[in-house]
């Protein structure tokens, strides 16, 4: 079922129309007018009908959920479900605020806005919450959690989860180095496992987000943003 929902997942782009941009793409061996085009007419539905590229992101059940983005959608474009923000663009005092507040809004399911930073702007969020968030005395910790408590939380996460999955009746220890068919038949039987019951489902699904949530901050720098929404 996750390799099934990786597969379907849609990444497209969405860029402001500038002018020669057919040729200036074409430079980097990139063909920019499919995904023009797709940004103007949106995703066709299986039932032959079309789906705006706003309404297709905002709708978890819709495939698109990962948007490559330059200046549109960073501010001013709410997506209550969007739960991870990847930066790396250098951006400063308002337009960094809002930017990050795309990822800090409330919906079930999502326990926290993740903002997973590649371009190391510390300096200007910290100015920046100076500025239009939370006063002068803005500590780094405040911002950032240090890397052991986030490599902890991870470890903590994982050990739950397996006790979870020891409890079901699963022992992951098969899942260890094992390869092919017998690789194959370990999962099966954890996802059979899992489904014993909606009360275990959802309690590992809860548990395995929790994983991915802090496998994802310990392996990056990343601003943890509560969902009070901003």
């Known amino acids: 079922m996750e390799a099934t929902w990786l597969e379907s997942t849609i990444i497209e782009i969405i860029i402001s129309k500038t002018q020669n941009e057919v040729a200036d793409f074409k430079k980097w061996n990139f063909?920019?007018?499919?995904?023009?085009?797709?940004?103007?007419?949106?995703?066709?539905?299986?039932?032959?009908k079309r789906i705006e590229v706003e309404s297709a992101f905002k709708n978890p059940e819709k495939p698109f959920r990962i948007a490559i983005v330059c200046a549109m959608w960073l501010t001013g474009f709410d997506v209550e479900c969007l739960s991870t923000l990847y930066?790396?663009?250098?951006?400063?005092?308002?337009?960094?605020?809002?930017?990050?507040?795309?990822?800090?809004?409330?919906?079930?399911?999502?326990?926290?806005?993740?903002?997973?930073?590649?371009?190391?702007?510390?300096?200007?969020?910290?100015?920046?919450?100076?500025q239009y968030a939370l006063g002068d005395e803005v500590g780094e910790d405040e911002i950032v959690a240090p890397i052991e408590e986030r490599v902890g939380a991870l470890l903590v996460s994982i050990a739950e989860t397996e006790a979870h999955l020891q409890r079901l009746g699963f022992a992951t220890e098969r899942l260890v180095r094992a390869r092919g068919f017998i690789r194959i038949e370990a999962l099966a039987d954890a996802v059979d496992a899992v489904y014993t019951s909606d009360e275990a489902k959802r309690r590992f699904e809860i548990l395995a987000r929790q994983v991915f949530i802090w496998n994802t901050s310990a392996s990056s720098s990343y601003l943890y943003l509560g969902t009070a929404g901003a």
Request: overall charge positive; proline content about 5%.
């Open 87 to 130: 930066i790396d663009k250098p951006m400063k005092a308002h337009t960094l605020m809002q930017a990050i507040a795309r990822a800090n809004r409330r919906y079930p399911g999502k326990d926290f806005g993740l903002i997973v930073d590649y371009n190391g702007m510390l300096k200007s969020l910290r100015e920046a919450l100076a």
């Open 31 to 48: 063909d920019i007018i499919p995904h023009r085009l797709t940004m103007k007419q949106g995703f066709e539905t299986a039932d032959g």
